[in-house]
């Protein structure tokens, strides 16, 4: 049970009024008529499944019901940082940067990502 | 039968008050201040289980939480049955009603101990799944036989009359465990004015103060208990809970506590009072001073009623006045169970020999033992105990240096209680709920709290700091450093003198040899619950199994309710020396929440009943109910399903009230539709976004149906937006898709086109919703309202702001019939008054009210969807024939686009919705039945798509239905079949889905 605090609301409040709503920095791509399906199909599927640091796109669905980011490590819980949307993480995996999008990796296939970011690799 | 095990003096028992219970039948006496267990001993109640897999007889062994052999089944009546209950925890009332759970015929003479014995070497771990693997069919009835066997206790077949609770709380620290360190803990915390709650599964505050001879400053230890306890009360901060057991340790320092605020004086709770509590604590530090149990010796027969862990029978003597026999042999590795020898002696009853499986054993308690005169049998253990339902004598034998084997001539004694110390374990099984791995200890000889992310200090004996002193120093630097952190200043405490006891270097030592090997020897057992052998982990070793994970589920160690609080260290010790590596090698398993098993109510609390499921009514429900509506759940929704007249089967009201919408009028009740306020200048783009469709050009006072779609294409709601104003429309959505679709509107809007000005309000509990529908629905309508609803004025697709019975009214044009439709919108609270007003005009018409069932029906005729019934995730706007709804001319890529484009979007053999004309116009398909081309093709026949949505329609006298046919389109007037599980084929040809009025005549009058 997470103690969420909402960067909206100012307070920490129970996980239950939260949601989870997957990976944090997916943007969708601005012209999307001009991806490759297997660009498209980055975007909407492929997601990191990092052990360490994550981050996450959350809504304070029981409360103010904004959108948020939190930076959260997946193997202790602990929530490193909340930030609100348009904001950057300042607490990064191996100073790695936020990968923006999938679709910048195009010359990888999702598996070699997956594969690269469990191990912590630079992206 | 007397208290025979009563002694006159001592105790924190009140002798003055006798209480009376029941056990097994059995009217037996004890006091108030003892606990169930120590009233059954105090009885000379021997066995109070038979064992879980060989059903042999069984008595108590421990004194708290650990207890794995007294598991009570506890109530008077059959609604309060508590199974499950530790005799060791269950406070003693008058009236309490407890039994055991196994035994049959009874627990003294169980007839299962008989498979139990010819069995025992026919049943070695893995027994189960090895015998009763084949055939897999009989598996259900082999299961209900080993179930009744092993019998864990019965959940209550009433409903629980009680009132069970839940508390958040707030704190500062968080203390679990009212033993002197968690005291000294919660006195420094006080006294510097933090907010402290200190919880303690125990009746009283004092830990193992209680159950001690030890004295403070040279008094008893109950009196600076008594001192700390009413200091603790004069704070207004500080929440004491006894009778609390923290059960869980969770994530961000939120922990659990079980409150048992009236089972322990009252099978029932006194009227208007809580039974149990659940307290669910966010705390900003945690001091764990959990305590420690002590570790058993296993041996031959160490399971025979008698056998004791030697702190427990310390514990008896001294906090309830019971000495559990007569004649004490004492097996330790350790100075400090000596202690036991000295109450046993000081009790008055007879310490037969304390056996020390050390050479040379010295330090205080054993001057004290030697200064009694009792006799000490140095390097030597006790391999077997004898005795069938009590032990009557032991076997002790020298063993060599590392006391893994036996060197010397067997000498049997005379005993009734063995009472036995390998030392002790901290009882670190919170700080592993957050997943903090243990760390093995060679100088305690245990496992203490690994490192963890938590806001966590511990104190005491989950340390492996076991003396009284170091308990008291590490409560106040544990209270102190959270004072620290809490920018809190440290007050002045002085702690009190403590006695000066010298230990001498303990042994280590947890298995002890026999003459024969240990698959020979007499079962010599680690985990009492699940009736785990050493011989059954050296079995498991030498079958493949390394990992202690493995071990302990091959072998069950660990897994009973007691979780192998007395059993797990020892398990581990022989799995690590039968694989010839150290303890740390071999590694722990990880303890879970809950750390006692917790009763369904204190989860459950308040939320039950009502207040389980919300239930969502319309403003019209009662209406509904007096006209004897059946009801369908829709989310949380009650809505009317249809209303039945007289005798009417509910085909037959189905078929009235579909023939009455078709010949006059119905009326729906329309009201749970998700309804969304969307207003702002950049309104109408973002609809162009979310939709398929175009809404550039929607005029105000006009409405239109829309497909929302998901970035891969696939539908997932639909419903009409109207425009009430240039920046300002109203979404309806599904009734089950609501919540859903106001967030997808929100996380688009937030995340990805912030810059858009657009907002969304859930308006759907605002208004009232009715649909009249059917040839005389205007006609109706015009009875109720002055303005002009012809079909010059307010066209198909028009909404109007009128006044209907009064009342402001927003009526829309739009049609889910394929009638002459007219949804009328009123604030809520309106809503009944002009339902009602609608009927007082309707007789003329025979205003029938029709439910969803009908709604289906009268879709279904005309071909409309119903997304979620007629959709799946997995069909896009064209799959659904309803290209007509997708406009790719629109200049933003709206949502689905791209993803309804994809390869296998295009393909041509997709499963497409299309209707289906069944060749038997009487047949009505199965909803979910599986279409194939060829119903002669071989088994696994290929299977083309499934019947979405079948009915019978009263107005076309015949069966209409729609489902998905692969590249279905293209197969019009193609039969298709639908193999049924009774073995009747049904055929049907595809055909348009729309069944009546296809040119849409009846809804432009």
């Given at each position: 049970?997470?103690?969420?605090?909402?960067p909206?609301?100012?307070?920490?409040?129970?996980e239950?009024?939260?949601?989870?709503?997957?990976?944090?920095?997916?943007?969708?791509?601005?012209?999307?008529?001009?991806?490759?399906?297997?660009?498209?199909?980055?975007?909407?599927?492929?997601?990191?499944?990092?052990?360490?640091?994550?981050?996450?796109?959350?809504?304070?669905?029981?409360?103010?019901?904004k959108?948020?980011?939190?930076?959260?490590?997946?193997?202790t819980?602990?929530?490193?940082?909340?930030?609100?949307?348009?904001?950057?993480?300042?607490?990064?995996?191996?100073?790695?940067?936020?990968?923006?999008?999938?679709?910048?990796?195009?010359?990888?296939?999702?598996?070699?990502?997956?594969?690269?970011?469990?191990?912590?690799?630079t992206? | 039968?007397?208290?025979?095990?009563?002694?006159?003096?001592?105790?924190?028992?009140?002798?003055?008050?006798?209480?009376?219970?029941?056990?097994?039948?059995?009217?037996?006496?004890?006091y108030?201040?003892?606990?169930?267990?120590?009233?059954?001993?105090?009885?000379?109640?021997d066995?109070?289980?038979?064992?879980?897999?060989?059903?042999?007889?069984?008595?108590?062994?421990?004194?708290?939480?650990?207890?794995?052999?007294?598991?009570?089944?506890?109530?008077?009546?059959?609604?309060?049955?508590i199974?499950?209950?530790?005799?060791?925890?269950?406070?003693?009332?008058?009236?309490?009603?407890?039994?055991?759970?196994?035994?049959?015929?009874?627990?003294?003479?169980?007839l299962?101990?008989?498979?139990?014995?010819?069995?025992?070497?026919?049943?070695?771990p893995g027994?189960?799944?090895?015998?009763?693997?084949?055939?897999?069919?009989?598996?259900?009835t082999?299961?209900?036989?080993?179930?009744?066997?092993?019998?864990?206790?019965?959940?209550?077949?009433?409903?629980?009359p009680?009132?069970?609770?839940?508390m958040?709380?707030?704190?500062?620290?968080?203390i679990?465990?009212?033993?002197?360190?968690?005291l000294?803990?919660?006195?420094?915390?006080?006294?510097?004015?933090?907010?402290?709650?200190?919880?303690?599964e125990?009746?009283?505050?004092?830990?193992?103060?209680?159950s001690?001879?030890?004295?403070?400053?040279?008094?008893?230890?109950?009196?600076?208990?008594?001192?700390?306890?009413?200091?603790?009360?004069?704070?207004?901060?500080?929440?004491?809970?006894?009778?609390?057991?923290v059960?869980?340790?969770?994530?961000?320092?939120?922990?659990?506590?079980q409150?048992?605020?009236?089972?322990?004086?009252?099978?029932?709770?006194?009227n208007?009072?809580?039974?149990?509590?659940?307290?669910?604590?966010?705390?900003?530090?945690?001091?764990?001073?959990?305590?420690?149990?002590?570790?058993?010796?296993?041996?031959?027969?160490?399971?025979?009623?008698?056998?004791?862990?030697?702190?427990?029978?310390?514990t008896?003597?001294?906090?309830y006045?019971?000495?559990?026999g007569?004649?004490?042999?004492?097996m330790?590795?350790?100075?400090?169970?000596?202690?036991?020898?000295?109450?046993?002696?000081?009790?008055?009853?007879?310490?037969?020999?304390?056996?020390?499986?050390?050479?040379?054993?010295?330090?205080?308690?054993?001057?004290a033992?030697?200064?009694?005169?009792?006799?000490?049998?140095?390097?030597?253990?006790?391999?077997?105990?004898?005795?069938s339902?009590?032990?009557?004598?032991?076997?002790?034998?020298?063993l060599?240096?590392?006391?893994?084997?036996?060197?010397?001539?067997?000498?049997?004694?005379?005993a009734?209680?063995?009472?036995?110390?390998?030392?002790?374990?901290?009882v670190?099984?919170?700080?592993?709920?957050?997943?903090?791995?243990?760390?093995?200890?060679?100088?305690?000889?245990?496992?203490?709290?690994?490192?963890t992310?938590?806001?966590?200090?511990?104190?005491?004996?989950?340390?492996?700091?076991?003396?009284?002193?170091?308990?008291?120093?590490?409560?106040?630097?544990?209270?102190?450093?959270?004072?620290?952190?809490?920018?809190?200043?440290?007050?002045?405490?002085?702690?009190p003198?403590?006695?000066?006891?010298?230990?001498?270097?303990?042994?280590?030592?947890?298995?002890?040899p026999?003459?024969?090997?240990?698959?020979?020897?007499?079962k010599?057992?680690?985990?009492?619950?699940?009736?785990?052998?050493?011989?059954?982990i050296?079995?498991a070793c030498?079958?493949?199994?390394?990992s202690?994970?493995?071990?302990?589920?091959?072998?069950?160690?660990?897994?009973?309710?007691?979780?192998?609080?007395?059993?797990?260290?020892?398990?581990?010790?022989?799995?690590?020396?039968?694989l010839?590596?150290?303890?740390?090698?071999?590694?722990?398993t990880?303890?879970?929440?809950?750390?006692?098993?917790?009763?369904?109510?204190?989860?459950?609390?308040?939320?039950c009943g009502?207040?389980?499921?919300?239930?969502?009514?319309?403003?019209?429900?009662?209406?509904?109910?007096?006209?004897?509506?059946?009801?369908?759940?829709?989310?949380?929704?009650?809505?009317?399903?249809?209303?039945?007249?007289g005798?009417?089967?509910?085909?037959?009201s189905?078929?009235?009230?579909?023939?009455?919408?078709?010949?006059s009028?119905?009326?729906?009740?329309?009201?749970?539709?998700?309804k969304?306020?969307i207003?702002?200048?950049?309104?109408r783009?973002?609809?162009?976004?979310?939709?398929?469709?175009?809404?550039?050009?929607?005029?105000v006072?006009?409405?239109?149906?829309?497909?929302?779609?998901?970035?891969?294409?696939?539908?997932f709601?639909?419903?009409?937006?109207?425009?009430?104003?240039?920046?300002?429309?109203?979404?309806?959505?599904?009734?089950?898709?609501?919540?859903?679709?106001?967030?997808?509107?929100?996380?688009?809007?937030?995340?990805?086109?912030?810059?858009m000005?657009?907002?969304?309000?859930?308006?759907t509990?605002?208004?009232?919703t009715?649909?009249?529908?059917?040839?005389?629905?205007?006609?109706?309508?015009?009875?109720?309202?002055?303005?002009?609803?012809?079909?010059?004025?307010?066209?198909?697709?028009?909404?109007?702001?009128?006044?209907?019975?009064?009342?402001?009214?927003?009526?829309?044009?739009?049609?889910?019939?394929?009638?002459?439709?007219?949804?009328?919108?009123?604030?809520?609270?309106?809503g009944?008054?002009?339902?009602?007003?609608?009927?007082e005009?309707?007789?003329?018409?025979?205003?029938?009210?029709?439910?969803?069932?009908?709604?289906?029906i009268?879709?279904?005729?005309k071909?409309?969807?119903?997304?979620?019934?007629?959709?799946?995730g997995?069909?896009?706007?064209?799959?659904?024939?309803?290209?007509?709804?997708?406009?790719m001319?629109k200049?933003?890529?709206?949502?689905?686009?791209?993803?309804?484009?994809?390869?296998?979007?295009?393909r041509?053999?997709?499963?497409?919705?299309?209707?289906l004309?069944?060749?038997?116009p009487?047949?009505v398909?199965p909803?979910?039945?599986?279409?194939?081309?060829?119903?002669?093709?071989?088994?696994?026949m290929?299977?083309?798509?499934h019947?979405t949505?079948?009915?019978?329609?009263?107005?076309?006298?015949?069966?209409?239905?729609?489902?998905?046919?692969?590249?279905?389109?293209?197969?019009?007037?193609?039969?298709?079949?639908?193999?049924?599980?009774?073995?009747?084929?049904?055929?049907?040809?595809?055909?348009?889905?729309?069944?009546?009025?296809?040119?849409?005549?009846?809804?432009?009058?």
């Amino acid at each position: 049970m997470f103690y969420i605090y909402c960067p909206h609301c100012c307070e920490h409040r129970e996980e239950e009024e939260f949601h989870a709503a997957g990976q944090a920095h997916i943007p969708r791509p601005l012209d999307p008529d001009a991806c490759t399906d297997k660009e498209w199909g980055e975007y909407m599927y492929f997601r990191k499944n990092p052990r360490g640091i994550h981050h996450e796109l959350w809504v304070h669905s029981a409360g103010c019901r904004k959108f948020f980011n939190i930076t959260r490590d997946t193997q202790t819980y602990e929530i490193k940082e909340v930030y609100k949307i348009g904001e950057k993480p300042s607490v990064v995996a191996n100073a790695v940067e936020v990968q923006n999008s999938h679709t910048q990796n195009s010359s990888k296939t999702p598996l070699e990502n997956t594969l690269e970011s469990q191990s912590g690799a630079t992206l | 039968m007397s208290q025979r095990n009563r002694l006159q003096n001592g105790g924190r028992i009140d002798r003055s008050k006798s209480l009376t219970f029941t056990y097994n039948g059995k009217l037996l006496k004890g006091y108030a201040g003892d606990t169930l267990a120590s009233a059954l001993l105090a009885n000379g109640v021997d066995i109070v289980g038979r064992s879980f897999k060989y059903s042999r007889p069984r008595g108590i062994v421990a004194a708290g939480a650990e207890e794995p052999n007294a598991i009570m089944q506890v109530g008077a009546t059959e609604a309060t049955q508590i199974p499950n209950v530790r005799a060791t925890q269950q406070s003693l009332y008058d009236g309490l009603v407890a039994g055991t759970t196994n035994g049959w015929p009874s627990v003294e003479t169980d007839l299962m101990e008989y498979v139990g014995k010819i069995g025992g070497k026919m049943m070695p771990p893995g027994f189960y799944y090895k015998t009763f693997m084949f055939p897999q069919s009989l598996w259900g009835t082999y299961e209900s036989y080993i179930r009744k066997a092993a019998g864990l206790g019965r959940a209550p077949q009433d409903t629980d009359p009680d009132i069970y609770d839940k508390m958040n709380q707030h704190c500062d620290v968080m203390i679990v465990g009212a033993g002197p360190a968690g005291l000294v803990a919660a006195l420094t915390a006080a006294r510097a004015g933090a907010r402290v709650i200190i919880a303690d599964e125990q009746n009283e505050f004092g830990g193992s103060l209680l159950s001690s001879t030890e004295t403070l400053d040279g008094k008893p230890a109950a009196e600076w208990i008594a001192s700390v306890v009413q200091e603790l009360a004069s704070f207004d901060d500080v929440m004491m809970l006894t009778h609390s057991q923290v059960n869980g340790y969770h994530d961000h320092n939120f922990l659990t506590i079980q409150q048992h605020c009236t089972d322990q004086f009252a099978d029932r709770a006194p009227n208007g009072q809580i039974a149990q509590r659940l307290h669910r604590v966010r705390a900003k530090w945690v001091v764990l001073a959990t305590g420690a149990h002590e570790r058993p010796l296993v041996y031959g027969n160490n399971d025979v009623p008698g056998c004791m862990v030697a702190n427990a029978v310390s514990t008896y003597i001294n906090r309830y006045g019971v000495a559990p026999g007569i004649d004490l042999v004492l097996m330790t590795s350790n100075d400090n169970a000596y202690r036991t020898a000295l109450d046993w002696h000081d009790a008055g009853r007879n310490v037969v020999a304390v056996v020390d499986s050390r050479k040379n054993p010295q330090g205080t308690l054993v001057d004290a033992a030697r200064e009694r005169g009792i006799s000490i049998l140095v390097g030597s253990g006790v391999i077997e105990a004898h005795g069938s339902k009590r032990v009557t004598s032991v076997s002790i034998a020298p063993l060599n240096d590392a006391g893994d084997a036996v060197v010397g001539a067997i000498v049997k004694m005379k005993a009734d209680t063995v009472a036995t110390s390998g030392g002790w374990s901290p009882v670190i099984h919170l700080s592993c709920h957050t997943g903090a791995r243990p760390v093995w200890n060679d100088a305690i000889l245990g496992f203490t709290p690994g490192a963890t992310v938590q806001k966590q200090l511990t104190a005491g004996a989950i340390n492996g700091s076991f003396t009284t002193a170091n308990a008291l120093n590490e409560g106040l630097s544990a209270a102190c450093e959270a004072l620290s952190h809490l920018n809190l200043t440290k007050p002045d405490v002085s702690l009190p003198a403590t006695q000066d006891i010298e230990e001498g270097e303990a042994m280590a030592l947890f298995h002890i040899p026999h003459t024969k090997p240990t698959s020979k020897a007499p079962k010599q057992f680690v985990d009492y619950q699940n009736d785990v052998t050493a011989a059954g982990i050296e079995l498991a070793c030498r079958e493949g199994f390394e990992s202690i994970e493995h071990v302990k589920r091959y072998t069950a160690m660990g897994f009973g309710t007691d979780q192998g609080k007395l059993g797990n260290i020892n398990g581990m010790a022989i799995a690590a020396k039968t694989l010839n590596q150290t303890i740390p090698q071999t590694g722990t398993t990880i303890f879970r929440p809950n750390y006692t098993p917790v009763t369904f109510g204190a989860i459950v609390g308040r939320d039950c009943g009502a207040l389980f499921d919300p239930k969502r009514y319309t403003a019209m429900h009662s209406w509904h109910v007096e006209h004897g509506a059946k009801f369908e759940d829709v989310g949380l929704w009650k809505r009317p399903w249809y209303y039945p007249q007289g005798q009417e089967t509910m085909q037959e009201s189905l078929n009235r009230e579909c023939l009455a919408v078709r010949e006059s009028a119905g009326i729906l009740d329309a009201s749970t539709l998700g309804k969304i306020d969307i207003q702002g200048k950049d309104a109408r783009e973002f609809l162009g976004r979310v939709y398929s469709n175009a809404w550039a050009k929607l005029a105000v006072g006009k409405c239109r149906y829309g497909l929302m779609c998901g970035e891969d294409g696939m539908v997932f709601d639909d419903g009409v937006t109207s425009c009430l104003a240039e920046n300002h429309f109203l979404m309806t959505t599904t009734t089950g898709g609501a919540a859903h679709v106001l967030e997808w509107l929100e996380i688009y809007h937030q995340t990805e086109w912030p810059e858009m000005e657009v907002y969304f309000t859930s308006v759907t509990d605002h208004w009232a919703t009715m649909t009249i529908s059917g040839p005389n629905s205007r006609k109706l309508l015009e009875k109720l309202t002055d303005y002009d609803v012809s079909k010059d004025n307010m066209a198909f697709m028009d909404w109007k702001p009128m006044t209907v019975a009064g009342v402001p009214a927003r009526v829309f044009r739009i049609s889910f019939t394929g009638e002459l439709s007219f949804e009328i919108n009123v604030q809520a609270n309106y809503g009944l008054h002009v339902w009602k007003a609608l009927f007082e005009h309707g007789k003329a018409f025979n205003l029938t009210p029709y439910g969803t069932e009908t709604m289906h029906i009268l879709r279904a005729e005309k071909g409309f969807i119903i997304a979620g019934q007629d959709t799946d995730g997995s069909v896009h706007p064209f799959d659904l024939g309803m290209s007509w709804a997708v406009s790719m001319q629109k200049p933003f890529s709206f949502i689905g686009k791209r993803g309804m484009q994809r390869e296998d979007c295009v393909r041509a053999d997709r499963k497409q919705l299309v209707g289906l004309k069944t060749i038997d116009p009487n047949v009505v398909l199965p909803e979910g039945a599986q279409g194939v081309l060829d119903p002669k093709a071989s088994i696994p026949m290929p299977m083309v798509g499934h019947v979405t949505s079948s009915y019978w329609s009263a107005n076309l006298n015949r069966s209409v239905a729609m489902g998905f046919v692969k590249g279905g389109l293209d197969k019009m007037g193609e039969r298709v079949f639908y193999p049924l599980v009774d073995g009747r084929v049904v055929e049907a040809e595809i055909c348009s889905p729309v069944f009546l009025d296809p040119k849409g005549e009846r809804q432009h009058v």
